[in-house]
Structures are given as C-alpha cells and as structure tokens.
T-cell receptor, first 113, second 115 residues
Framework: GAGVSQSPSNKVTEKGKDVELRCDPISGHTALYWYRQSLGQGLEFLIYFQGNSAPDKSGLPSDRFSAERTGGSVSTLTIQRTQQEDSAVYLC???????????FGSGTQLSVL | AQSVAQPEDQVNVAEGNPLTVKCTYSVSGNPYLFWYVQYPNRGLQFLLKYITGDNLVKGSYGFEAEFNKSQTSFHLKKPSALVSDSALYFCAVRGVTGGGNKLTFGTGTQLKVEL
C-alpha cells in the first residue's frame, strides 16, 4: 500500500478482555516497530522486527503483551487480559533495510473501560 | 541505555520570530538523530535526520537542526515561525553501534505559534 495501515483506528474494550491490533507496513519494508503513545509520556518503544531476525522484545511492558509478524509483512500486537493502564494510542511504523526514516501509521486508540 | 531529553513541554513563539526546540541525548558511541512532527489528528512525520557529516542538517518545511557532539544536543530551529508549524515535535536517537535498531524518542515538545 501507499502507507502504513493500522486497524482498527479505535478500540473500546472491557477490562480483562483480549485485544488484537493489526499493522500492515509499506510493501518491501523489512523493519517494523510498535510504539505506545500515552498523554505526556512520549513514545514508548514496545517491539521491533527486522527481516527474519529474532525480534527485539525489550520494550514489552509485561507478559500480557505479545506480537508476531507473519511472512515478513503484516504484524499483530496482542494484549491479553487488558487493564485500564493499557489505554493509549498504539503506533506502528516501518522502514526499509537501508533507510533510517520511519513511516508511521495513524495508530489505534485503545480505551479499556 | 540510550535516552532523549526534551526539557520543554511547551514552547510559545510569535509568528515570524525564530524558534528553537531543545533536545539532548545519551547514547553509546556515535548517534543517529532524528526529529519527527505530529500535527493534530495526523500521524507522525519525519522532519530531518543527522547521520554523519555537516553538523547543520536541513529538513522539511524550512526546519534545520544542529548537532553538537560536545553538548550532546540536537536542537531544532527555524528562522521564521509560521502558525502552521504549531504541532508536537519529537526528538529521537539510535546508537550507530549497540542498542540494535531501536529508536528511542523523547517525551515531545508542544510548539504553539501565535499571530
């Protein structure tokens, strides 16, 4: 596609439910990032995928968070047993192997009630 | 561990005046440095980057940034601000060696340009 696509754009869920957030990166981009943006907290790194290498999961805040990237393209971020503190905008970004510039999607606004 | 500090939550400037948004960083070895901008209800957009070479980097929309290794700073500047520059600005750093490709962002600075 022309840009990074994220779905859904908004997600409202109840505490304790599981949610899946999807990211479709720019075609041909081998690097894919997930970040979380909370009010006043800036962008918090969650996880990074690069080609077929093992992902850098160092930013995942707890074992309730996981992510996968199938076929080197689409990625899914899963949050199990959601908590109110998980409410934030979840941003996905991709970049080409040689480039350093990240292209961001519009994000998924997650609200946990 | 790499980190970025944006000491000002908000910067206010009159249209036509020069603007500066401050950023300092900490990283092992040499840095790759970036500025991104987030306009209201829009995604994050790349503004400019420093990889190597000239310390003064020019980017989109008339913005520039100066890399200062001794002060570990990468302040964003523009000679003449526009109301349309009002947005949230993020500085980011990645180490050339170590830290993988993880890009660490600051907490952001809200720029408000008034008539």
């Amino acid at each position: 596609g022309a840009g990074v696509s994220q779905s859904p754009s908004n997600k409202v869920t109840e505490k304790g439910k599981d949610v899946e957030l999807r990211c479709d990166p720019i075609s041909g981009h081998t690097a894919l990032y997930w970040y979380r943006q909370s009010l006043g907290q800036g962008l918090e790194f969650l996880i990074y995928f690069q080609g077929n290498s093992a992902p850098d999961k160092s930013g995942l805040p707890s074992d309730r968070f996981s992510a996968e990237r199938t076929g080197g393209s689409v990625s899914t971020l899963t949050i199990q047993r959601t908590q109110q503190e998980d409410s934030a905008v979840y941003l996905c970004a991709s970049s080409s192997l040689q480039g350093d510039k990240l292209f961001f999607g519009s994000g998924t606004q997650l609200s946990v009630l | 561990a790499q980190s970025v500090a944006q000491p000002e939550d908000q910067v206010n400037v009159a249209e036509g005046n020069p603007l500066t948004v401050k950023c300092t960083y900490s990283v092992s070895g040499n840095p790759y440095l970036f500025w991104y901008v987030q306009y209201p209800n829009r995604g994050l957009q790349f503004l400019l980057k420093y990889i190597t070479g000239d310390n003064l980097v020019k980017g989109s929309y008339g913005f520039e940034a100066e890399f200062n290794k001794s002060q570990t700073s990468f302040h964003l500047k523009k000679p003449s601000a526009l109301v349309s520059d009002s947005a949230l600005y993020f500085c980011a750093v990645r180490g050339v060696t170590g830290g993988g490709n993880k890009l660490t962002f600051g907490t952001g600075t809200q720029l408000k340009v008034e008539l």
